[in-house]
């Protein structure tokens, strides 16, 4: 039985394999057993969450596709819902190249379809998919998406908006986060402004991964 025909398992809380950071950053909101379909070795990388708004200005879409072309051949493990038409694209740049990655859908994984494009690096141990969501949420909602989101800032070493826009959802996501003191990254760019002057450190487009190297990656 391949990788992506079999069961997935469940992480209880008291696992030694159940990530210690989710319960460190969401505390009473960690989930009480997290379900994991894949490579569970994934979860011994260095880990980089990969968020973007619906719509994002050009120049950010091709920093951020630059950046995701260096990501796919580093050992850094990319965490994301890969839900906004950016992050599907970043996700589909990612599985070309070598790094490994974490999928985490806004829903139930039990009883998931895996996608005919994903079979292959499930297969071969480079992806990893998580849910802290329990059977019964087989739809993926605006609800779960925002605790998916919190789940995955709380799983990674630290965090890249590619954007948000200001005043939405994902700006007020920053926030939170960055109360968590997680460490939360943009390119320094007159449009995300908004969220360095809340802040989320800024970072040149060719320096991200030095960066990221300079605190342990």
Not at 53 to 70: A, N
Not at 87 to 115: D, F, N, Q, W, Y
Not at 187 to 213: Q, W
Request: net charge positive; with cysteine; proline share 7%.
């Amino acid at each position: 039985m391949s990788p992506a025909d079999r069961l997935p398992v469940k992480l209880a809380c008291d696992s030694p394999l159940y990530p210690q950071q989710v319960r460190l950053y969401l505390r009473s909101r960690a989930p009480a057993t997290i379900t994991a379909l894949g490579n569970l070795e994934i979860l011994s990388a260095q880990r980089l969450a990969l968020f973007c708004s619906v719509k994002c200005p050009g120049k950010l879409i091709l920093e951020t596709y630059d950046l995701v072309q260096q990501l796919k051949q580093e050992g850094v493990a990319v965490v994301g819902g890969f839900h906004s038409p950016m992050e599907r694209e970043c996700l589909e740049i990612l599985l070309r190249g070598t790094a490994p990655v974490v999928v985490c859908p806004a829903r139930s994984i039990v009883k998931m379809r895996v996608r005919p494009e994903l079979r292959e690096p499930l297969e071969n141990g480079r992806l990893l998919f998580l849910s802290p969501f329990d059977d019964k949420q087989r739809r993926a909602t605006q609800e779960n998406a925002m605790a998916r989101n919190r789940f995955v800032s709380a799983l990674a070493d630290a965090v890249f908006i590619a954007y948000a826009a200001p005043g939405g959802k994902t700006e007020q996501f920053c926030r939170e986060v960055l109360a968590w003191g997680k460490r939360l990254y943009v390119f320094d760019s007159p449009e995300n402004a908004h969220l360095i002057t809340i802040g989320v450190t800024p970072v040149a487009p060719d320096s991200v991964l030095h960066e990221l190297k300079n605190i342990g990656f």
